[in-house]
């Protein structure tokens, strides 16, 4: 029985409360509770998602065959550029932060985060830098057509004069802003709200990895916001940063950039890795292995992803090939670390397949594809011939599409139900996977071997015909990736009214979030349940188990003392 | 699907509206500690961009920039550090419950950094350079200059505020915390400005 008494708008059959219309939309746009913060951060997430998407239709559609033109160089431009600072920005950061402000207070046993105006805060941020963002289509000269890093000179007030460049850039840094403060909000709470008996080692693994991604947030992001103002400077009042005509050095802003570009991959990245570290171990009936490993493997993931940011910058011959190199590959190392733990967790377990399983799993698979054509990339040797090719394009969508896409979709069949208290449809669930899995798979692998055989990347179109076959299939993978996610939004507005009733813990789970009724009262807990692992429910379920464990470690600790 | 779980509430769990953590600094310190954190990076952007700039360029500074005034500068130097100090005036004051103390010395702050801004853009009015003019060197020159200046306006503006608010009974000895983490956050805003003084008017 759960400690909360279910709540009656959740109830079948049950007396429905409902208050007046406006009351719910004052409410919405006044909350504070990290809950409603959450969800609201995932729907501007999804529709942004939606937004990128159909960009990157309309990118696939323009490649399909050689000399197609769809679209003008000049539109395909802003829609390319476009595409990838909607999706980094205004799909995944959201998305993450969404799954964050959901979950960490819940799994910590909190009532709420640290700074709940400041959550708010940041998170009315979003839709405010992203409709700033996307107004360049409204200006004159179009969006911002110069790809996602903005870089100097093609960005300059002479290459790129139309006002598309500064919206996105005062659009991005308000984002930007966004992220430290959610990072910080993030920080604090780990560090103080956390329920009696929770210490920092019994903390779930998903948490640990939001407090890796906000330090590094907390750390990067403010170095891009002061290059951008820098560019904007540039731009806007005269400046000659970065134009080497008059002392300016444009490697500088690459330095500034990557310092942010390579950080921001862990940061989207590692979230994701704590979420596939809550599936398996649950969906597999078994504790996950290597708990400490896994915790330190993350540290060095946030310490090594500081010191790598040149190894996109090997082919300007600016910087030491060898050292960023060397520690590019040894980021490989606790990365295999994960991936053993993954596995091993897997490993002999009563493994059930869920949907969200399932993700759990293609995330495996796919990111293991992404992280060893990373491998190649950073021995320096190699990115010298495959540097601005479709290799690059297809490994870093492996990594933040088939992995940390799929990523997301997991968490979202996982924990939708204690969002709404409702399940989504497995049957649909799975048919998505298949669908998405095949779609993924057909997109970028095309991508990477046409990046072997030579296709540049950022190309409005071309005139190979042998490429014609390879590009036609990752534009029918990135329609059928299309059809996947209109699938899940589906699924997702359906199960919203009409899905299965979850109850409290429809998943036979772990961790503190289970321990309260699906959706949760504001204030989050009644009780909490005794805290003396990283599993407390586990305990709950199984009090002889936990007590053996108990005993067993007690033992353990006093033959250590002698 | 469902799994009933054990009453919780009739175990001995922990009680509710507690923390594992209940030492150490404070929440709003701490946040402030972490917004500190992020602004050395952001200064730390602009000033690494300084020495990078200057080692690209030769001669740097530029030809007839060689000599800067340092006498303004410093005087707006010392201000700044008294300012830190009657900053720490003010955080002694409302701890003692003193609220002549508090106000006075909050407004002696504010003072203090609304005199410092003023100088600061009679100095960087009187340069014979801008953003533009002398290549990269006029550029980041003024966008550090201006960033910190933006800075101490953002102390000002917050210090006026709680000068206003303890004038009219604002704060007391067990809810001062809003001030500690103003006074933090100025602390830095000071550290910084030495920094930037050496960066722009020492080492050059």
Same mark, same amino acid.
């Given at each position: 029985?759960?400690?909360?008494?279910?709540?009656?708008?959740?109830?079948?059959?049950?007396?429905?409360?409902?208050?007046?219309?406006?009351?719910?939309?004052?409410?919405?746009?006044?909350?504070?509770?990290?809950?409603?913060?959450?969800?609201?951060?995932?729907?501007?997430?999804?529709?942004?998602?939606?937004?990128?998407?159909?960009?990157?239709?309309?990118?696939?559609?323009?490649?399909?065959?050689?000399?197609?033109?769809?679209?003008?160089?000049?539109?395909?431009?802003?829609?390319?550029?476009?595409?990838?600072?909607?999706?980094?920005?205004?799909?995944?950061?959201?998305?993450?932060?969404?799954?964050?402000?959901?979950?960490?207070?819940?799994?910590?046993?909190?009532?709420?985060?640290?700074?709940?105006?400041?959550?708010?805060?940041? +998170?009315?941020?979003? #839709?405010?830098?992203? !409709? $700033?963002? =996307?107004?360049?289509?409204? %200006?004159?000269?179009?969006?911002?057509? *110069?790809?996602?890093?903005?870089?100097?000179?093609?960005?300059?007030?002479?290459?790129?004069?139309?006002?598309?460049?500064?919206?996105?850039?005062?659009?991005?840094?308000?984002?930007?802003?966004?992220?430290?403060?959610?990072?910080?909000?993030?920080?604090?709470?780990?560090?103080?709200?956390?329920?009696?008996?929770?210490?920092?080692?019994?903390?779930?693994?998903?948490?640990?990895?939001?407090?890796?991604?906000?330090?590094?947030?907390?750390?990067?992001?403010?170095?891009?916001?002061?290059?951008?103002?820098?560019?904007?400077?540039?731009?806007?009042?005269?400046?000659?940063?970065?134009?080497?005509?008059?002392?300016?050095?444009?490697?500088?802003?690459?330095?500034?950039?990557? +310092?942010?570009?390579? #950080?921001?991959?862990? !940061? $989207?990245? =590692?979230?994701?890795?704590? %979420?596939?570290?809550?599936?398996?171990? *649950?969906?597999?009936?078994?504790?996950?292995?290597?708990?400490?490993?896994?915790?330190?493997?993350?540290?060095?993931?946030?310490?090594?992803?500081?010191?790598?940011?040149?190894?996109?910058?090997?082919?300007?011959?600016?910087?030491?090939?060898?050292?960023?190199?060397?520690?590019?590959?040894?980021?490989?190392?606790?990365?295999?670390?994960?991936?053993?733990?993954?596995?091993?967790?897997?490993?002999?377990?009563?493994?059930?397949?869920?949907?969200?399983?399932?993700?759990?799993?293609?995330?495996?698979?796919?990111?293991?594809?992404?992280?060893?054509?990373?491998?190649?990339?950073?021995?320096?040797?190699?990115?010298?011939?495959?540097?601005?090719?479709?290799?690059?394009?297809?490994?870093?969508?492996?990594?933040?599409?088939?992995?940390?896409?799929?990523?997301?979709?997991?968490?979202?069949?996982?924990?939708?139900?204690?969002?709404?208290?409702?399940?989504?449809?497995?049957?649909?669930?799975?048919?998505?996977?298949?669908?998405?899995?095949?779609?993924?798979?057909?997109?970028?692998?095309?991508?990477?071997?046409?990046?072997?055989?030579?296709?540049?990347?950022?190309?409005?179109?071309?005139?190979?015909?042998?490429?014609?076959?390879?590009?036609?299939?990752?534009?029918?993978?990135?329609?059928?990736?299309?059809?996947?996610?209109?699938?899940?939004?589906?699924?997702?507005?359906?199960?919203?009214?009409?899905?299965?009733?979850?109850?409290?813990?429809?998943?036979?789970?772990?961790?503190?979030?289970?321990?309260?009724?699906?959706?949760?009262?504001?204030?989050?807990?009644?009780?909490?349940?005794?805290?003396?692992?990283?599993?407390?429910?586990?305990?709950?379920?199984?009090?002889?188990?936990?007590?053996?464990?108990?005993?067993?470690?007690?033992?353990?600790?006093?033959?250590?003392?002698? | 699907?469902?799994?009933?779980?054990?009453?919780?509430?009739?175990?001995?769990?922990?009680?509710?509206?507690?923390?594992?953590?209940?030492?150490?600094?404070?929440?709003?310190?701490?946040?402030?500690?972490?917004?500190?954190?992020?602004?050395?990076?952001?200064?730390?952007?602009?000033?690494?961009?300084?020495?990078?700039?200057?080692?690209?360029?030769?001669?740097?500074?530029?030809?007839?920039?060689?000599?800067?005034?340092?006498?303004?500068?410093?005087?707006?130097?010392?201000?700044?550090?008294?300012?830190?100090?009657?900053?720490?005036?003010?955080?002694?004051?409302?701890?003692?419950?003193?609220?002549?103390?508090?106000?006075?010395?909050?407004?002696?702050?504010?003072?203090?950094?609304?005199?410092?801004?003023?100088?600061?853009?009679?100095?960087?009015?009187?340069?014979?350079?801008?953003?533009?003019?002398?290549?990269?060197?006029?550029?980041?020159?003024?966008?550090?200059?201006?960033?910190?200046?933006?800075?101490?306006?953002?102390?000002?503006?917050?210090?006026?505020?709680?000068?206003?608010?303890?004038?009219?009974?604002?704060?007391?000895?067990?809810?001062?915390?809003?001030?500690?983490?103003?006074?933090?956050?100025?602390?830095?805003?000071?550290?910084?400005?030495?920094?930037?003084?050496?960066?722009?008017?020492?080492?050059?």
């Amino acid at each position: 029985m759960a400690t909360t008494e279910v709540r009656p708008e959740v109830a079948v059959g049950g007396v429905e409360v409902r208050q007046p219309y406006r009351a719910t939309v004052l409410d919405w746009l006044t909350t504070t509770d990290h809950k409603k913060i959450a969800i609201m951060y995932f729907v501007t997430s999804v529709v942004f998602l939606c937004v990128g998407g159909t960009f990157a239709g309309l990118v696939r559609t323009q490649l399909m065959q050689s000399g197609e033109r769809f679209m003008d160089g000049d539109t395909y431009n802003q829609v390319m550029t476009m595409h990838a600072l909607v999706m980094v920005f205004l799909f995944l950061m959201p998305m993450i932060a969404a799954i964050g402000n959901y979950v960490v207070p819940l799994q910590l046993g909190a009532t709420d985060m640290a700074f709940p105006k400041v959550n708010a805060l940041s +998170f009315w941020l979003v #839709p405010l830098g992203g !409709i $700033l963002m =996307l107004s360049g289509f409204l %200006v004159k000269g179009g969006a911002a057509s *110069v790809g996602w890093y903005i870089n100097p000179p093609l960005s300059n007030s002479q290459f790129a004069p139309g006002n598309g460049v500064n919206v996105a850039l005062a659009g991005l840094a308000i984002l930007g802003a966004s992220t430290t403060l959610g990072s910080i909000n993030f920080i604090v709470t780990i560090l103080k709200l956390r329920a009696p008996g929770m210490t920092m080692m019994r903390m779930p693994l998903f948490c640990w990895n939001m407090f890796v991604t906000s330090l590094l947030a907390v750390f990067s992001l403010p170095v891009l916001t002061a290059g951008f103002a820098m560019l904007w400077i540039d731009r806007n009042l005269g400046a000659n940063f970065f134009n080497p005509q008059a002392g300016g050095d444009p490697i500088l802003y690459q330095h500034i950039f990557w +310092f942010f570009g390579h #950080p921001e991959v862990y !940061i $989207l990245l =590692l979230p994701i890795m704590g %979420v596939v570290s809550e599936l398996i171990p *649950v969906f597999s009936r078994k504790p996950a292995f290597g708990y400490k490993a896994f915790v330190f493997a993350t540290l060095a993931i946030g310490a090594l992803g500081t010191m790598v940011w040149a190894h996109h910058m090997f082919t300007t011959g600016a910087i030491n090939v060898s050292f960023f190199a060397a520690t590019s590959l040894l980021i490989a190392v606790p990365t295999g670390v994960k991936m053993f733990s993954w596995t091993a967790t897997m490993w002999r377990g009563k493994v059930k397949w869920t949907t969200a399983m399932l993700f759990a799993i293609g995330f495996l698979s796919q990111f293991l594809i992404g992280g060893i054509t990373g491998v190649f990339l950073g021995s320096g040797s190699i990115d010298f011939s495959v540097h601005d090719t479709y290799y690059v394009v297809g490994h870093f969508h492996y990594v933040l599409v088939a992995a940390a896409l799929f990523g997301v979709m997991g968490a979202s069949y996982y924990w939708f139900p204690k969002m709404t208290g409702r399940l989504l449809n497995e049957k649909v669930g799975k048919v998505q996977w298949v669908i998405m899995f095949v779609g993924t798979n057909m997109t970028f692998m095309a991508q990477q071997i046409l990046g072997i055989k030579g296709m540049p990347r950022r190309i409005e179109t071309y005139y190979v015909p042998a490429w014609n076959t390879l590009n036609l299939v990752s534009t029918i993978g990135a329609y059928l990736i299309g059809l996947g996610l209109l699938m899940w939004i589906i699924n997702m507005l359906v199960a919203r009214k009409r899905g299965p009733i979850a109850g409290d813990d429809p998943w036979d789970a772990n961790t503190l979030e289970w321990a309260t009724t699906s959706p949760p009262p504001y204030y989050n807990f009644d009780a909490l349940p005794p805290i003396r692992s990283e599993r407390p429910l586990f305990d709950l379920k199984h009090p002889a188990e936990g007590a053996e464990d108990a005993a067993e470690s007690a033992e353990r600790e006093h033959a250590g003392a002698h | 699907m469902t799994t009933t779980l054990p009453a919780i509430k009739d175990l001995d769990g922990p009680p509710l509206g507690q923390t594992e953590d209940a030492g150490g600094l404070s929440m709003p310190l701490m946040g402030t500690v972490l917004f500190i954190a992020s602004e050395i990076m952001f200064f730390a952007t602009l000033l690494g961009s300084y020495y990078v700039l200057r080692s690209v360029n030769n001669p740097w500074p530029p030809e007839g920039l060689e000599t800067l005034d340092l006498v303004l500068p410093l005087i707006l130097t010392m201000m700044l550090l008294t300012s830190s100090i009657t900053a720490h005036g003010a955080v002694w004051g409302i701890r003692n419950n003193n609220r002549t103390v508090f106000v006075t010395s909050l407004a002696l702050t504010l003072l203090l950094g609304a005199m410092f801004l003023v100088g600061e853009i009679f100095d960087a009015v009187s340069l014979d350079f801008d953003f533009g003019s002398h290549g990269a060197y006029g550029s980041i020159f003024f966008t550090i200059l201006g960033f910190h200046a933006l800075h101490v306006l953002g102390g000002v503006i917050f210090f006026a505020y709680q000068t206003f608010a303890g004038m009219v009974g604002g704060f007391s000895p067990r809810n001062y915390q809003a001030v500690e983490c103003g006074v933090w956050y100025w602390h830095f805003v000071d550290v910084v400005w030495i920094f930037v003084f050496f960066t722009l008017y020492v080492v050059r």
